[in-house]
């Protein structure tokens, strides 16, 4: 089923959620919460709000090849270049822990969302801790160069390591930018990045993902106005695709999780060979917001939806206040995620059994 969304959604969010670059985070006035009973392939939700508000309660089975539940790794480091500015990637790593925190993503102090630098990125991809158990963020529109000698084989070999990571099951999470083009020397005034002969541009995602030209090479601020099941069961609202997968590479190697538009996918999710992880991609460009863009990247990380069996996915949504229960069906070991808010989130949390 597709939803026809105005192209006007991002100015709309935007205008009722920031000012300037900034959203603002109450202290949850409102006080909502949620309980779950699960029994024998159903769900009993019940959801609290003190005060009118939208709901949405959605279930569905997590992938068993695939973990959800993991650390969250911001990359930032002011000692490489970048294509958006440390300004912005700031804003994101924020903004991120702001959302992941909203929608109890690190409730019990479980799970972490922090910053990673170059160094530790670098060991983290070759150490011995579990991939699996990593989420990492790129902000920065470009991958940063971790491996040593002359910058060709320098790229080459950092790609070949981002693959490894994320075939062994780690999640890499793509904000801005156009997917693999770039990558960043530990060189924070450079910015040869149209004209250096040695960037990859759309081979880029060859080195990555074995394909080449998936990635909407225009510069042109585009948005996509169908709105897939999968993105209305969360309510996401990212439907930039100026940067965004070829809609046909991805049903055929992984799930749309987002809006389709120009034959491209607003939020893509990309698996690894046995699905144990894969490339979390948003189709954005420099200029978006990074208060609405952590919206989403916050509500699809924190529902683990990109890692859903997506033919199990059932969800019913409303309006409410005070008391609300709501019975929904379970497939097999399955989760549900109650969220509040349509557009300006107000909480979020994943039950599982």
Not at 42 to 68: F, K
Not at 162 to 183: A, H, Q, S
Request: one cysteine or more; a negative charge.
């Amino acid at each position: 089923m597709k939803y026809d969304v105005p192209l006007i959604i991002t100015a709309i969010t935007v205008s009722m959620l920031f000012v300037g670059s900034l959203i603002v985070y109450p202290l949850n006035p409102y006080s909502f919460s949620s309980d779950v009973e699960f029994d024998s392939g159903a769900a009993e939700v019940t959801i609290y709000s003190r005060s009118p508000t939208e709901y949405g309660v959605c279930s569905y089975d997590i992938l068993s090849t695939m973990n959800t539940s993991r650390n969250v790794y911001i990359f930032f480091d002011s000692g490489y270049a970048s294509i958006t500015g440390t300004g912005f990637q700031r804003e994101i790593v924020s903004d991120l822990v702001c959302e992941l925190n909203l929608r109890n993503y690190l409730e019990g102090n479980v799970l972490e969302a922090k910053e990673i630098d170059a160094a530790g990125l670098k060991d983290l991809m070759n150490g011995s801790e579990d991939p699996a158990e990593y989420n990492i963020v790129f902000a920065s529109g470009a991958f940063p160069i971790l491996a040593d000698g002359d910058f060709a084989d320098a790229v080459v070999d950092t790609a070949e390591m981002v693959r490894d990571w994320v075939d062994k099951g780690g999640i890499i999470t793509w904000l801005l930018e156009k997917f693999g083009y770039y990558f960043a020397p530990a060189d924070p005034g450079y910015n040869a990045w149209l004209t250096d002969p040695l960037q990859p541009g759309a081979d880029g995602s060859l080195l990555l993902l074995g394909t080449a030209d998936i990635v909407n090479p225009s510069s042109a601020k585009t948005y996509a106005r169908d709105r897939t099941e999968l993105a209305d069961a969360i309510s996401l609202i990212h439907n930039e695709v100026t940067h965004g997968v070829l809609t046909s590479y991805v049903e055929s190697n992984g799930v749309v999780l987002g809006y389709t538009g120009s034959g491209y996918s607003s939020v893509s999710f990309l698996y690894n060979n046995d699905e144990t992880g894969g490339y979390l991609i948003f189709g954005g460009a420099i200029g978006e917001n990074t208060g609405i863009l952590c919206v989403s990247v916050g509500q699809m990380i924190a529902s683990g939806l990109y890692g859903a069996d997506a033919d199990t996915v059932v969800y019913e949504k409303g309006t409410m206040k005070g008391s609300k229960k709501v019975n929904i069906a379970v497939s097999g070991d399955g989760c549900v995620y109650v969220y509040t808010g349509f557009v300006a989130s107000t909480y979020g949390k994943l039950h599982l059994q």
